[in-house]
């Protein structure tokens, strides 16, 4: 699924900063847009493992 990922939000950013090029950009389309990007960043984000990984936590 990671491979889907990717193409998508960058098709999905290459987009976004297009519909900005334009003379009258799509406010909509280009919402969706960062909209998809973020979820996918999200997504891929979220499979990354934390940096500190103790057990018990220690608050300050």
Known sequence: MKKFRI???LVALFVAFYQQKSEHPNVIVTVLCVAVFMFGMMKL???IPPKNND???EEI
Do not use: L
């Open 7 to 9: 193409p998508i939000m």
């Open 45 to 47: 984000s979220s499979k």
């Open 55 to 57: 057990d018990d936590h």
